[in-house]
T-cell receptor, first 112, second 112 residues
């Protein structure tokens, strides 16, 4: 596709359940980022993948959060045992290594 | 990470030029100056970036101080659609340091 695609666009889950968020980056982009944005707040970096290098996981807030990127393309962000404070918009972006980043429209996660 | 400082908010009249300042006094020689903006309920979008020379594109112009410790994003003729949060970000292209770190940005309000 022409842009970064994220699914689902909205997700409501019960506290304690696991969720998976998906990101399809722009074809050929070697870099993939995950951010989250709580209501009225700025963008918080979560994790960064670059080619075949080990990902930069320095932004993951707890060990309940994990992400993988299969075949250098699609990425999945998994949140285990969700908590109410995990409610936010989760944004994915991709780029060539030194190019501008293109963001998806995000997944709005609500934990009830 | 090198940090940037921006005013929290600015207002401008429609159809007038807007100058959005950014201070980055600790910028290093390998840092590029990037600008992104986030319209309401959308993911961020790339605006412009530069290293040392002033840059122009269809969206905006970027004026970079000679010592590179500050820069200004210029919207030549603001429209209501330019109302957004504008982020000034330093991006190091050295391998492994390419991630974007967002600050709080400047919330631009356009007055009709």
């Amino acid at each position: 596709g022409a842009g970064v695609s994220q699914s689902p666009s909205n997700k409501v889950t019960e506290k304690g359940k696991d969720v998976e968020l998906r990101c399809d980056p722009i074809s050929g982009h070697t870099a993939l980022y995950w951010y989250r944005q709580s209501l009225g707040q700025g963008l918080e970096f979560l994790i960064y993948f670059q080619g075949n290098s080990a990902p930069d996981k320095s932004g993951l807030p707890s060990d309940r959060f994990s992400a993988e990127r299969t075949g250098g393309s699609v990425s999945t962000l998994t949140i285990q045992r969700t908590q109410q404070e995990d409610s936010a918009v989760y944004l994915c972006a991709s780029s060539l290594r030194t190019g501008s980043c293109t963001f998806g429209s995000g997944t709005r996660l609500t934990v009830v | 990470d090198a940090k940037t400082t921006q005013p929290n908010s600015m207002e401008s009249n429609e159809e007038e030029p807007v100058h959005l300042p950014c201070n980055h006094s600790t910028i290093s020689g390998t840092d590029y100056i990037h600008w992104y903006r986030q319209l309401p309920s959308q993911g961020p979008e790339y605006v412009i970036h530069g290293l040392t020379s002033n840059v122009n594109n269809r969206m905006a112009s970027l004026a970079i101080a000679e010592d590179r410790k500050s820069s200004t994003l210029i919207l030549h003729r603001a429209t209501l659609r330019d109302a957004a949060v504008y982020y000034c970000i330093l991006r190091d292209y050295n391998f492994g340091n390419e991630k974007l770190t967002f600050g709080t940005g400047t919330r631009l309000t356009i007055i009709p």
